[in-house]
């Protein structure tokens, strides 16, 4: 049974990768409201409107490393509402401007503001906050006997590795995310057990802890089999289209993984944009052959796109 303990929910190993004890994900809520608003709603009221900011715009962004150009006068906006894919070769400078954007690689030149905040004039730590990520090299920060609804926490708190008990209001918005992201029924399982699929859906309900206004995805499915990567797609392209959720950001190396939710789309090459723009603009065989330096041709099914070569 759940322990309950001054406001907290204590879990306990149990056999076969199970965690004994804990909350039940109650089924009737999901979505951006309830737990997260009642019981983790700080600076949220008010009342006053917020003004329409770009999400993030660059202008001029370098990367300068040992003489080598990382990045070379990379600019790029994102507006709310939009939902980008980010597509390049091995090495063209994708996951470098996502260390640049979330404040773990210092720009050598360039403008940066991200959420309406500029780089160098606040704490970028404060504003990682606001920003989700889900990324495989998360994964290796995740205890193997940590169950799935306490990873899912640790998100509201910027942690890895929780540190303490879940509050049973932070329970209940977790099983709230975790239904939203696919994976409710993998609350109590630990961690060490999850397949690749899994662990990537209950990394995006754990992104979705702190309500981000960004949400960034680098590579989510790479790793998965097709049924894991269809399903997990799926889940993504809900996301995409709810009202008021986050903007999306997807590094992908397959046209096949962009969904019909993504509308913009930056393609890169040796640390410069090969384009930028609404997708129909942008993903043409041309310029997905420029990107890559080869031959390319490009076909549709079920409404999404397939490349092939030649």
């Given amino acids: 049974m759940t322990e ?64 080598a150009v990382i990045l070379d006068g990379v600019s790029w906006r ?13 090495g063209c400078g994708k996951t470098s401007l996502l260390k640049v954007l979330l404040g773990y690689l210092t720009p050598s030149g360039g403008e940066m503001r991200v959420l309406g905040e500029r780089y160098g004039a606040h704490d970028w730590r404060e504003l990682r906050e606001e920003i989700g990520l889900v990324s495989s090299a998360l994964q290796a920060a995740v205890p193997a006997g940590e169950c799935a609804l306490n990873t899912v926490v640790s998100g509201a708190r910027a942690q890895l590795d929780l540190w303490g008990e879940p509050t049973v209001a932070e329970a209940r918005a977790a099983c709230i995310q975790l239904r939203r992201a696919g994976a409710d029924t993998l609350a109590g399982r630990a961690w060490g057990v999850l397949s690749q699929g899994e662990r990537q859906r209950v990394l995006i309900a754990r992104a979705l802890m702190a309500r981000p206004k960004l949400l960034i995805l680098d590579e989510p499915c790479a790793g998965m089999d097709p ?84």
């Fill in 78 to 90: 994102v507006e709310r509402g939009q939902h980008w894919v980010l597509l390049g070769p091995n």
């Fill in 4 to 67: 309950l303990n001054k406001g907290q929910v204590k879990f306990s190993a149990g056999r076969a990768g199970e965690i004994t004890g804990g909350m039940p994900c109650a089924t009737g809520e999901t979505g951006w409201g309830g737990a997260l608003t009642g019981a983790m709603g700080a600076g949220q009221g008010g009342g006053m409107k917020s003004v329409r900011v770009p999400l993030l715009e660059v202008e001029g962004l370098r990367v300068l490393r040992d003489e």
């Fill in 227 to 310: 049924v894991a990567r269809e399903a997990f797609l799926a889940r993504m392209e809900r996301i995409a289209r709810e009202p008021r959720g986050p903007g999306l950001v997807l590094v992908a190396h397959h046209v096949e993984e962009i969904t019909p939710a993504f509308t913009h789309a930056l393609l890169m090459r040796g640390g410069r944009v090969v384009a930028a723009g609404p997708r129909g603009r942008v993903l043409t065989a041309a310029r997905l052959g420029e990107a890559f330096g080869t031959r390319v041709r490009l076909g549709r099914r079920g409404g999404r796109l397939e490349l092939r070569l030649g």
